[in-house]
């Protein structure tokens, strides 16, 4: 079961089940656990040629047993997600940890991986289960529907899931807007039905401006 201890630190509490999480992540632990170190970012073959191609790669180790333990990554905020069968999208860097259950794999993005700096694909996390997502800042969590299309800067997006199309539109972001960009820039516009994960912060990015 995952749990938030305040907004920075999660526990997770074992019963001889697993969880996956960023390697370097655990702050703490009560119990008795193994600990295995794994290579995230996708599954198999498919997976480590992906990697190697895009950069979308992730330490990750593998926690096992009775008890609980405590993670937590540079005092970022935690955000904890529910999975049904679905699929999350998220920033490989956003990503603390996953119930041991669920599929993690990469996707192709096209252009918006590229400006986030994980090259062209993005991490998937999927099953039924937790997921646990890193923002800098609260993160603010932003309804698509047909009607309302969302424009979200590179930098601080860190995850989607539903069923959103994604375009890449270059020569406008939200710094030309408003007079103060220089050279091309870039946003990301979603459209269909989902939810976009946003950061009240913005990372470097390749993609925002050239």
């Known amino acids: 079961m995952f749990r938030l201890q305040g907004s920075k630190t999660l526990a997770v509490d074992l019963t001889g089940d697993a ?24 599954d198999g ?12 790669r992730m330490a990750v180790m593998q926690v096992q047993g009775k008890g609980t ?8 905020e935690i955000n904890l997600v529910s999975l049904h069968g679905d699929k999350l999208y998220v920033e490989a860097s956003n990503l603390l940890a996953t119930d041991a259950a ?8 096209g252009l918006r991986g590229g400006a986030s ?3 062209l694909f993005t991490t ?13 800042g609260a ?12 424009q979200v800067d590179p930098g601080a997006y860190i995850a989607h899931q539903g ?21 091309e820039a870039f946003q990301i516009r979603f459209e269909g039905d989902g939810l976009v994960y946003v950061q009240p912060s913005e990372r470097n990015t390749v993609g925002g401006d050239l």
């Open 19 to 42: 969880v996956k999480a960023k390697n370097g992540s655990m702050v703490a632990y009560e119990g008795r656990m193994t600990f295995k170190k794994m290579t995230g970012g996708g």
């Open 163 to 183: 069923s959103l199309r994604q375009q890449f539109q270059s020569g406008v972001n939200f710094r030309t807007v408003m007079g103060e960009g220089s050279g």
């Open 124 to 136: 998937t996390v999927e099953g039924t289960g937790q997921a646990a997502i890193l923002s800098d």
């Open 102 to 109: 669920l599929r993690t794999g990469t996707a192709f993005t």
């Open 45 to 56: 073959i498919r997976g480590m040629v992906t990697r190697r191609l895009t950069g979308e």
């Open 139 to 150: 993160a603010v969590l932003l309804r698509v529907t047909p009607q309302y299309p969302l």
């Open 117 to 119: 700096g994980n090259g």
């Open 69 to 76: 333990c405590y993670f937590a990554d540079r005092a970022s």
